[in-house]
């Protein structure tokens, strides 16, 4: 049984359809990259996993995860994996951090949700999980609040906080989109890391291309709400099936070449 | 836009009551069952009926009249005093806003301190030293909420102020009351339009309760609130003396409100359309 | 023969904060720190850096929108001083990053063009004008009564361009022209700088924190960190052979596109 089995999912608001009939399946274990540009609805694909499409969305088909059918689930029923069995971490660390409530509870937060933990028990895993995002001097980040912190440490809290529980999936959304170049490195190679010791699967969506390819195997290329392309990044690189493809990695292509020199210049 | 009118059910409620007070008001001036200021002791708290069909006051006087010329009093005060708070609040706000660091904070107290006044003490106070009238009313209240107007104009117009585009008017040479002619003001549009309606059922609310006090528009000019006041000792014997005008200012106070809730659904959605 | 067209003297800006939890007096915040740079007519210089490294704060004060600490920018050989010199808006333009927040919501299209021709006292036919730019960055004149929200992202961007070109400006800022458009689109927009900046004539000085950008459209780049230039020089040149070991890191930092050939 797949971990997270994705058939025939169609998302709309009133006429619109933002996501068309897609299909895709998640090993346990596996990674997958959702690659698209703004319209393609690879957010909203895993807004609907984690149950948190707005009230207005109508949503058909079917999602599977560990056996369990996610579409038309109560919200409190979906309460019960979020942030426990699924994981998510967003993009824009400042607004997905509460400004008014310190580090540590927010960390400690899911634990005492779904583990029963108290607070106490709950900032002692939180200290655990600082070291393991790699923030230094864990006492003082736990008693600070999201503004003073830099947004590469925000997003290390996010992690944090989408990890607590030691979920099966992990979705990252544009992770690293809003951070500097060379923290967006560090972070990635941080999920890179965390992913493979827990054993967790992976989605990451983004609309960069050379990240994605770093850090899956498989890749699904949307466009306008359909999948037009799922495969494994080494073929899709050296074989793009699909035409909007060709166009992305040429993109990327020239981009890099560009800064290597090999490139005209305009 | 029309589409966002369509199933707007606050905006056509609102609406609705707000067109029946103004009917009232013009047929102030065409027609009233009788002289609202007639005196007719033999029709003395006379109930609902054929001669007086929402019945007649202690001294005999129509009710449905008195109500009728009523609005008069309460839409005038409540227009005026609308008018000098837009007029007064709105120009605050934005002078606030686009003034420099340095005297913004004083300025700010000072409207804060403003806000502290209500209504009714600005209205007693000029009562006391002019006697009561329509235009001490007018003034309170206009005052009053002149400085609510200000304080939430001068913070969207701070929003738009550090917008980009505005950031690019600068960049284009525009001057500042260029920027405020072409970029604060229509940008502002929704947001007084909200502003406006609010400010219109508080002023109708302050008057009548202005009127009730005695600080209002004296006798013997019609006024809900007056009615209100009048007919407080005979509330367990005549009840419908106090319901009638209470339902009329209640019509006006809600009719209001509710359009100017009708008009931010219909700006809000429109704002979240502009992004695919 | 180039002229020298802008230079930084000694530039500095310094930022007191707000009074902070702590309470104590007001830190200050080096946004900029000593900065020299010479830029020339028809040069194409990148300023590259990451958030904090005073590049914003450099902009503002080129466009003479804010007041240096110390030092002191100069427009041909003029000191600028801000807000005393209107007509310095006509001479350096400026093409913001974001096209959904750098045009007024309520504004056509054709209005949003005319702005700076009207506050500037172009005098030309404003309507000829803005036909002209709107040919120069492509889009249909049909665009004049349109409304930002009815335009893809690329469109507003082309707005903002014409906007910036309308004046006739020697000068073109371009902060992050590309960063929040798609990934298909962004080629376009800069191809269209490039030609643009080169038919006219125009000075451009790009601003970016992606590098490969900076390559493909200028011959100078200044790198940029913590307000201080950490190095400088021709393009080609830093990209290949980094002497600062930020440079070395911001190069090593950019994601690469696994082999295909």
């Given at each position: 049984?797949s971990?997270l089995e994705?058939?025939?999912?169609?998302?709309?608001f009133?006429?619109?359809k933002?996501?068309?009939c897609?299909?895709?399946?998640?090993?346990k274990?596996?990674?997958?990259?959702?690659?698209?540009?703004?319209?393609s609805?690879k957010?909203?694909t895993?807004?609907?996993?984690?149950?948190l499409?707005p009230?207005?969305?109508?949503?058909?088909?079917s999602?599977?995860?560990e056996?369990?059918?996610?579409?038309g689930?109560?919200?409190?029923?979906h309460s019960?994996?979020?942030?426990?069995?699924?994981g998510?971490?967003?993009?824009?660390?400042l607004t997905?951090?509460?400004?008014l409530?310190?580090?540590?509870k927010?960390i400690?937060g899911?634990?005492m949700i779904h583990k029963?933990?108290s607070?106490?028990?709950?900032l002692k895993k939180?200290?655990?999980?600082c070291?393991?995002?790699?923030l230094?001097?864990?006492?003082?980040?736990?008693r600070?609040?999201?503004h003073?912190?830099?947004?590469?440490?925000?997003q290390?809290i996010?992690l944090?906080?989408?990890l607590?529980?030691?979920?099966?999936?992990l979705?990252a959304?544009?992770?690293?989109?809003a951070l500097?170049v060379?923290?967006q490195?560090?972070?990635?190679?941080?999920i890179?890391?965390?992913?493979?010791?827990?054993g967790?699967?992976?989605?990451?969506?983004?609309?960069?291309?050379?990240?994605?390819s770093a850090?899956?195997?498989?890749v699904a290329?949307?466009?306008l709400g359909?999948?037009v392309?799922?495969?494994s990044v080494?073929?899709?690189f050296?074989e793009?099936?699909?035409e909007?493809?060709?166009?992305l990695?040429?993109?990327?292509?020239l981009?890099?070449d560009?800064?290597?020199?090999k490139?005209?210049?305009? | 836009?029309?589409?966002?009118?369509k199933?707007?059910?606050?905006?056509?409620?609102?609406s609705?009551m707000?067109?029946?007070?103004?009917?009232?008001l013009?047929l102030?001036f065409?027609?009233t069952?009788?002289?609202p200021?007639?005196?007719?002791?033999?029709?003395?708290?006379?109930?609902v009926?054929m001669?007086?069909?929402?019945g007649?006051?202690?001294?005999g006087?129509d009710i449905l009249?008195?109500?009728i010329?009523?609005?008069?009093v309460?839409?005038?005060?409540?227009a005026?005093?609308?008018?000098i708070?837009?007029?007064?609040?709105?120009?605050?706000?934005?002078?606030?806003?686009?003034?420099?660091?340095?005297?913004q904070?004083?300025?700010?107290?000072?409207?804060?301190?403003?806000?502290?006044?209500p209504?009714?003490?600005?209205?007693?106070?000029?009562?006391?030293v002019?006697?009561?009238?329509t235009?001490?009313?007018?003034t309170?209240i206009?005052?009053?909420t002149?400085?609510?107007?200000?304080?939430?104009?001068?913070?969207?117009?701070?929003g738009?102020?550090a917008s980009?585009?505005v950031?690019?008017?600068?960049?284009?040479g525009?001057?500042?009351?260029?920027?405020?002619?072409?970029?604060?003001?229509?940008?502002?549009?929704?947001?007084l339009?909200?502003?406006?309606?609010?400010?219109v059922?508080?002023?109708?609310?302050?008057?009548?309760?202005?009127s009730?006090?005695?600080l209002?528009?004296?006798?013997?000019?019609?006024?809900w609130?007056?009615?209100?006041?009048?007919?407080?000792?005979?509330?367990?014997?005549?009840?419908?003396?106090?319901?009638?005008p209470g339902?009329?200012i209640?019509?006006?106070?809600l009719?209001?409100?509710?359009v100017g809730?009708?008009v931010r659904?219909?700006?809000?959605?429109?704002?979240?359309?502009?992004?695919? | 023969?180039?002229?020298?067209?802008l230079?930084?003297?000694n530039?500095?800006r310094?930022?007191?904060?707000?009074?902070?939890?702590s309470?104590?007096?007001?830190?200050?915040?080096?946004?900029?720190?000593?900065?020299?740079?010479?830029?020339?007519?028809?040069?194409?210089v990148g300023?590259v850096?990451?958030?904090?490294?005073g590049?914003t704060?450099?902009?503002?004060?080129l466009?003479?929108?804010?007041?240096?600490?110390?030092?002191?920018?100069?427009?041909?050989?003029q000191?600028?001083?801000?807000g005393?010199?209107?007509?310095?808006?006509?001479?350096?333009q400026?093409?913001?990053?974001?096209?959904?927040?750098?045009?007024?919501?309520r504004m056509k299209?054709?209005?949003?063009?005319?702005e700076?021709?009207?506050?500037?006292?172009?005098?030309?036919?404003h309507n000829?004008?803005?036909?002209?730019?709107?040919?120069?960055v492509?889009l249909?004149?049909?665009?004049?009564?349109?409304y930002?929200?009815?335009?893809?992202?690329g469109q507003r961007q082309r707005?903002a361009i014409?906007?910036?070109?309308?004046?006739?400006?020697?000068?073109?800022?371009?902060?992050e022209p590309?960063?929040?458009?798609?990934?298909?689109?962004?080629d376009?927009?800069?191809?269209?700088i490039?030609?643009l900046?080169n038919?006219?004539?125009i000075?451009?000085i790009?601003?970016?924190?992606d590098?490969?950008?900076i390559?493909r459209?200028?011959d100078r780049?200044?790198?940029?960190?913590?307000?201080v230039?950490?190095?400088?020089?021709?393009t080609?040149?830093v990209?290949d052979a980094?002497?600062?070991?930020?440079?070395?890191?911001?190069?090593?930092?950019i994601p690469?596109l696994p082999?295909?050939?």
């Open positions: 049984m971990l994705v058939r025939d999912l169609t998302i709309s009133g006429s619109k933002v996501v068309d897609i299909t895709f399946t998640l090993e274990g596996a990674r997958i990259g959702l690659i698209g540009e703004s319209g609805g957010s909203m895993s807004l609907a996993i984690m149950g499409l009230d207005t969305a109508t949503i058909s088909g999602i599977t995860f056996g369990q059918e996610l579409i689930l109560s919200d409190r029923e019960r994996l979020r942030g426990n069995r699924i998510m971490v967003f993009q824009e660390p997905a951090l509460n400004p409530m310190r580090i540590g927010q400690a899911p634990l029963g933990s607070l106490k028990e709950g939180a200290l655990e999980l070291t393991k995002v790699g230094p001097d864990p006492d003082r980040i736990l600070a609040y999201p003073q912190l830099s947004g590469g440490q925000r290390r996010g944090a906080i989408a607590a529980c030691e979920p099966a999936l979705i959304d544009e992770p690293t989109t500097d060379t923290v490195r560090e972070v990635l190679n941080l890179n890391a965390l992913v493979d010791k827990e967790s699967s992976l989605i990451f969506v983004t609309h960069d291309l050379p990240v994605v850090m899956t195997e498989n290329v949307m466009q359909k999948i392309e799922n495969a080494a073929s899709l050296h793009p099936a699909h909007y493809s060709r166009r990695i040429s993109a990327a292509r981009a890099e560009s800064f290597s020199g490139g005209g210049q305009l | 836009m029309r589409k966002a009118m199933g707007n059910v606050s905006l056509i409620a609102g609705i707000v067109s029946i007070t103004f009917a009232l013009i102030s065409i027609w069952p009788y002289d200021l007639a005196v007719n002791p033999e029709d003395s708290f006379a109930g009926s001669r007086h069909i929402l007649a006051d202690k001294i006087r009249s008195q109500i010329v009523g609005s008069r309460t839409l005038f005060v409540a005026l005093a609308v008018t708070a837009m007029t007064l609040g709105v120009s605050a706000g934005i002078l606030i806003a686009v003034a420099s660091r340095r005297y904070s004083p300025m700010i107290y000072a409207v804060n301190i403003a806000l502290a006044f209504a009714a003490l600005l209205a007693i106070i000029l009562a006391a002019y006697g009561a009238s235009i001490t009313a007018v309170a206009g005052l009053a002149a400085a609510a107007v200000a304080q939430v104009t001068r913070r969207t117009a701070h738009i102020l980009d585009y950031l690019a008017a600068h960049a284009s525009a001057s500042t009351w260029r920027i405020i002619r072409k970029h604060v003001m229509p940008n502002l549009r929704a947001s339009l909200i502003q406006a309606s609010a400010a059922s508080v002023s109708v609310l302050a008057e009548s309760s202005l009730y006090l005695g209002g528009t004296p006798p013997p000019a019609p006024s609130g007056r009615m209100l006041a009048g007919s407080q000792q005979y509330l367990f014997v005549n009840p419908l003396l106090a319901i009638w339902i009329a209640v019509i006006v106070v009719g209001f409100n509710l809730d009708g659904e219909v700006f809000d959605p429109t704002l979240r359309r502009s992004d695919s | 023969m180039s002229q020298l067209v230079e930084a003297k530039l500095s310094t930022y007191k904060l707000a009074k902070g939890a309470g104590s007096g007001r830190a200050l915040r080096h946004a900029l720190i000593d900065m020299n740079m010479k830029i020339n007519s028809g040069d194409r300023i850096g990451e958030s904090g490294s590049k704060t450099l902009v503002r004060l466009l003479g929108l804010d007041t240096p600490t110390s030092g002191s920018v100069e427009f041909k050989g000191a600028l001083i801000a005393k010199m209107p007509w310095l808006r006509k001479e350096v400026i093409v913001f990053q974001d096209p959904r927040s750098s045009l007024d919501p299209i054709s209005e949003i063009i005319r700076p021709l009207v506050c500037l006292n172009i005098q030309e036919d000829a004008r803005i036909d002209e730019v709107l040919d120069s492509g249909d004149r049909a665009m004049r009564d349109r930002p929200h009815e335009l893809s992202g707005v014409a906007r910036a070109l309308a004046p006739r400006p020697t000068v073109l800022i371009a902060d590309v960063s929040a458009l798609d990934v298909l689109v962004r376009q927009i800069l191809e269209l490039a030609a900046t038919s006219l004539g000075t451009l790009l601003v970016s924190h590098l490969s950008v390559a459209l200028c780049v200044i790198v940029m960190k913590d307000g230039v950490v190095e400088s020089g021709n080609r040149q990209f980094p002497a600062h070991e930020f440079t070395r890191a911001l190069i090593t930092a690469r082999e295909s050939r």
